[in-house]
Each structure stands twice: as structure tokens, then as C-alpha cells.
């Protein structure tokens, strides 16, 4: 009798064994994903504010014409920058 208790007991304990194993793996798994995605934001953000340091770089204050809106056009490119630049970093945050 205490034999087949013992054997339950094992069995009870290899299955949640088996199931932690396979839990983890797929948290590992989940985590590779999210690095890798955490990589690709990373980038992106890079590569955003590169293209906004461009931007800004070859403007000045000068040499911007009121004329026809191309400065609003300019100013309206540049906050979508910003704002893509804060929405990634505000998810990286989130990630951490």
C-alpha cells in the first residue's frame, strides 16, 4: 500500500517536472522573441533619430522659407519623428 502511494507520488512529481521543462522552454523561447524584437526596436529607433539629426542638422534657422508651408511640412515630418521616437522608447520602457 505504501509502495503504490510512494509510485503516485513519483508519477505526480515527474509530471510537474515535465511540465515545468516545457514551461520553461517556452519562456525561453518567448524571451529570444523579445530580445530579438527589442533588437529590431532598438534599431529602428536609431535609425530615427539619425534621420532626425539629418534633418535637423541641414536646416537652420535661416535658411527656412515661410512661403508656401515648407516649413510647416519640415515641423510636421519632425514631430512625427519625435513622436515615433517617443512611442518606441515609452515600449522599451514597458518592456524592462
Same mark, same amino acid.
Given at each position: 500500500?505504501?509502495?503504490?502511494?510512494?509510485?503516485?507520488?513519483?508519477?505526480?512529481?515527474?509530471?510537474?517536472?515535465?511540465?515545468?521543462?516545457?514551461?520553461? #522552454?517556452?519562456?525561453?523561447?518567448? +524571451?529570444? !522573441?523579445?530580445?530579438?524584437?527589442? %533588437?529590431?526596436?532598438?534599431? =529602428? &529607433?536609431?535609425?530615427?533619430?539619425?534621420?532626425?539629426?539629418?534633418?535637423?542638422? #541641414?536646416?537652420?534657422?535661416?535658411? +527656412?522659407? !515661410?512661403?508656401?508651408?515648407?516649413? %510647416?511640412?519640415?515641423?510636421? =515630418? &519632425?514631430?512625427?519623428?519625435?513622436?515615433?521616437?517617443?512611442?518606441?522608447?515609452?515600449?522599451?520602457?514597458?518592456?524592462?
Amino acid at each position: 500500500m505504501h509502495s503504490d502511494k510512494l509510485d503516485v507520488r513519483v508519477q505526480d512529481l515527474e509530471q510537474k517536472i515535465i511540465q515545468l521543462l516545457e514551461q520553461h #522552454k517556452e519562456q525561453r523561447a518567448m +524571451l529570444l !522573441r523579445l530580445q530579438e524584437e527589442n %533588437q529590431q526596436l532598438m534599431q =529602428r &529607433i536609431a535609425h530615427q533619430a539619425e534621420a532626425v539629426h539629418d534633418v535637423s542638422s #541641414k536646416l537652420s534657422v535661416g535658411t +527656412l522659407v !515661410r512661403a508656401g508651408g515648407a516649413t %510647416q511640412d519640415w515641423e510636421t =515630418r &519632425i514631430d512625427n519623428y519625435i513622436n515615433d521616437i517617443d512611442k518606441s522608447i515609452a515600449y522599451l520602457e514597458r518592456l524592462q
